[in-house]
Structures are given as structure tokens and as C-alpha cells.
């Protein structure tokens, strides 16, 4: 009874981690590819939204004071593909702030492994009115 628990769970997790890979090549497809080691002001201009359910997984949930939760949603930018890991330029933009503050729009540079783990994050610009 044990080997067959055991088996089991272990089937549920290959299937959960084969899931999340293919959530992850699927998230992948839409950034534009970067085919130099250099970033130029091109990188960052953003395309479609990312689905709300890919955010979840895949991007890093950077709180800040100054926008409403509702307000948030992001947008694929490009990536770049090295050995180990993948470097992906996502833009956040902020469309309802809370008062006092101005919409905003931040590029976020992210690390993650080749398998979908998000290794570190930054927010490495900001434009908006202020």
C-alpha cells in the first residue's frame, strides 16, 4: 500500500512540474528574442498583456504603496537565452494609483532558471508623469 502512495504522489508531481513547464515555454513564446549580450532602448518597448493566470506563476509579485492591486498589469517586453538561465524584461504598468500618486509604468529585469523558477528580480526603470 505504501509503494502505491508513494508512486502516487510522485506521479501527481511529474505531472504538476510537466504542467508548469509547458506554462512556462507557453509564456516564453510571446517575448520578443534579444540575440545580442548588449540591452539598447529597443529591449524595452513592450507588446500584448500577460494573462493574469501566467502572472501568477511567473512574475514576481513586486508590492508597492503607490498603485492599487487593481490597477496593475503587465506586459511582455523581450529575453535573452543564456546556458543556465533566460533574462526577460517584463513592463508593469500601474493605471490606478492610490492618491496623491501618478500612473506608472516600471521595466522589470528577471532571472529565471531554464525550467521556470524565478531566480531574482529587479525593477530597473520608471516612466510616468512624475
Known amino acids: ?14 505531472i504538476a512540474l510537466g504542467q508548469q513547464i509547458e506554462m512556462f515555454e507557453s509564456y516564453m513564446i510571446n517575448f520578443r528574442e534579444i540575440q545580442t549580450d548588449t540591452v539598447s532602448k529597443n529591449n524595452f518597448m513592450s507588446g500584448k498583456e500577460i494573462s493574469k493566470e501566467l502572472v501568477r506563476w ?7 504603496c503607490e498603485c492599487s492591486k487593481k490597477g496593475v498589469w503587465y506586459r511582455y517586453a523581450s ?52
Open 1 to 14: 500500500m505504501k509503494k502505491i502512495i508513494a508512486f502516487l504522489c510522485v506521479q501527481n508531481t511529474t
Open 79 to 130: 529575453k535573452m537565452e543564456k546556458n543556465d538561465f533566460i533574462i526577460v524584461i517584463i513592463s508593469k504598468d500601474c493605471d490606478i494609483t492610490r492618491p496623491g500618486f501618478y500612473p506608472y509604468s516600471d521595466d522589470i529585469l528577471v532571472l529565471y532558471s531554464k525550467e521556470g523558477k524565478i531566480i531574482d528580480y529587479e525593477v530597473i526603470s520608471r516612466e510616468g508623469d512624475a
Open 58 to 64: 511567473f512574475v514576481p509579485d513586486i508590492h508597492d
